[in-house]
């Protein structure tokens, strides 16, 4: 298991800053993990013929940080020998490449990590009130619900 002076910790942020990857990926190394897995969620410039310029991203941040603690949770429940697992979640205008969302999470081997990555960003597209608006190069917009949200199956 992990050291004792490198206990296991959960880190969440919910920003208007853009996110860094390399901060992301250093906050979960541990010298007692050999995997650090990761999710980089980037916006793409198109969607179904339309051309994409930018999203934009809205949330309640206590809502949305209590329901991925909420995640947290149900990986350290599922994979108990993960160490590290860091959130990353943009509010506000997210340019074409720039990233909404990085996850990492680190674990003694990588079958642990990369399934438990899954299963984040995946339950975070379900669970997660984050309101997401994709705006296309003729200003027109649309807001966008997730498949996968919970509250928008019928």
């Known amino acids: 298991m992990c050291e004792l002076e490198d206990q296991p910790k959960d880190l969440i942020k919910v920003t208007y800053e853009k996110l860094s990857t390399d901060e992301v990926a250093e906050s979960v190394k541990s010298p007692s993990c050999g995997a650090v897995s990761m999710f980089i969620g980037t916006t793409r410039n198109h969607f179904e013929g339309k051309k994409v310029v930018r999203l934009e991203y809205e949330a309640y941040i206590p809502m949305a940080e209590a329901e991925i603690k909420k ?12 160490h590290h697992i860091n959130i ?48 296309y190069d003729n200003e027109e917009y649309i807001w966008k619900e997730n498949k996968e949200c919970q509250w928008a199956k019928k």
Do not use: Q
């Not at 995640?71 to 993960?82: E, H, K, L």
């Not at 990492?104 to 997401?132: F, M, Q």
């Open 71 to 82: 995640i947290c949770r149900g990986i350290r429940n599922r994979w108990p020998a993960i």
């Open 88 to 135: 990353h979640h943009r509010l506000g205008l997210v340019n074409v490449t720039e990233a909404s969302v990085i996850i990492a999470i680190s674990g003694p081997h990588r079958n642990e990590s990369l399934e438990a990555v899954k299963y984040c960003i995946d339950t975070l597209k379900a669970t997660v009130p984050i309101w997401k608006k994709e705006i």
